[in-house]
């Protein structure tokens, strides 16, 4: 099974600035088969990225994803006061899919 | 507009089945991967099943042998029979579509999802 790990596990910042959160893969991961979800408390997740870098419908460019091979990188340009939740990467590169452990961005 | 309504949860002892549904609106379920994801208690989430658009179905190892996923295209409904429930089965359980073909190229990606019900196994 592919493991992803994600880090931070906690991200502190404040409104405005810019959050970069990572995502590595025990085994290389084609660049269609990777998204990030945000969750909010009490709220189910929301796709942000798809495909490694495009962005899910309704979702602000502030938000962007690179990467390739096994290092992948979620980016939130300026922080805004609802992108402060947890984010989770996910693997399609083989089944079982994978979900990391999450990174939660709160305020500082 | 596109829309997923889970139910079915609750509390059941160890050892029972429980069956999960989850009701599509706006889309045809039959045209898309339909996964179940659950998330325990103050946890992450754990990818638990998907069913193709052929009918094929896969598990993850910790569910395989216990849980069946299947789909009921006359009523736009996927469901998770779970049986031989466990304490490590409690979680809100979410039915989720994949984003499928966009344009000429298949994307893979939960783009929708419930708003999740959830199994407590007490």
């Known amino acids: 099974e592919v493991v992803l790990t994600q880090s931070p596990g906690t991200l502190s910042l404040s409104p405005g600035e810019r959050a970069t959160l990572s995502c590595r893969a025990s085994?290389?991961?084609?660049?269609?088969?990777l998204a990030w979800y945000q969750q909010r408390p009490g709220q189910a997740p929301r796709l942000l990225i798809y495909?490694?870098?495009s962005r899910a419908s309704g979702i602000p460019d502030r938000f962007s994803g690179s990467g390739s091979g096994t290092a992948f990188t979620l980016t939130i340009s300026r922080l805004e006061t609802e992108d402060f939740a947890v984010y989770f990467c996910?693997?399609?590169?083989?089944?079982?899919?994978?979900f990391g452990q999450g990174t939660k961005v709160d305020i500082k | 507009e596109v829309q997923l309504v889970e139910s079915g949860g609750g509390l059941v002892q160890p050892g029972t089945s429980l069956r999960l549904s989850c009701a599509g609106s706006?889309?045809?379920?039959?045209?898309?991967?339909m996964n179940w994801v659950r998330q325990a208690p103050g946890k992450g989430l754990e990818w638990v099943s998907v069913?193709?658009?052929?009918?094929?179905?896969y598990y993850a190892d910790s569910v395989k042998g216990r849980f069946t996923i299947s789909r009921d295209n006359s009523k736009n409904t996927v469901f998770l029979h779970m049986n031989s429930l466990r304490g490590e089965d409690t979680a809100v359980y979410y039915c989720?579509?994949?984003?499928?073909?966009?344009?000429?190229?298949?994307?893979?990606?939960?783009?929708?999802w419930g708003q999740g019900t959830a199994v407590t196994v007490s």
């Open positions: 989720t579509r994949d984003l499928g073909w966009v344009g000429e190229s298949f994307k893979y990606a939960m783009d929708v």
């Open positions: 706006g889309f045809n379920v039959g045209r898309h991967y």
């Open positions: 069913i193709y658009t052929d009918g094929s179905p």
């Open positions: 085994q290389t991961v084609g660049s269609n088969y």
């Open positions: 495909g490694t870098s």
């Open positions: 996910q693997q399609y590169n083989m089944v079982p899919w994978t």
